[in-house]
Nanobody, 118 residues
């Protein structure tokens, strides 16, 4: 059973930067993709980025020029670097994991709140 714990959320001013971390346990390595999602109040959950064990990434068009996903396999940790944040980036950010063989994310963290002030 994969367990994911996010950290690094908080309050940040518009234009600033923030780095989220997700510590994984329970078997996440070469067999898992790791991803980041977010959900703002009243909106559907939104895919942001994912990364495989080799470091190959996929990012949503809406954030690809500002958000970057990285992964430290030795630490079983994935990061989301958020730059030039905007008020509309305010949301709960979730880390997730899925097996390479499945398209759906099966494991989710509890989420971390990011609030961007103007």
């Amino acid at each position: 059973q994969v367990q994911l714990v996010e950290s690094g959320g908080g309050l940040v001013q518009a234009g600033g930067s923030l780095r989220l971390s997700c510590a994984a346990s329970g078997g996440t390595s070469r067999t898992y993709y790791m991803g980041w999602f977010r959900q703002a109040p009243g909106r559907e959950r939104e895919f942001l980025a994912e990364i495989d064990w080799r470091g190959l990434t996929k990012r949503a068009d809406s954030v690809k020029d500002r958000f970057y996903i990285t992964r430290d396999n030795a630490k079983n940790t994935v990061y989301l670097q958020m730059n030039s944040v905007k008020v509309e980036d305010t949301a709960v950010y979730y880390c997730a994991a899925r097996r390479v063989s499945t398209p759906e994310y099966q494991y989710w963290g509890q989420g971390t709140q990011v609030t961007v002030s103007s």
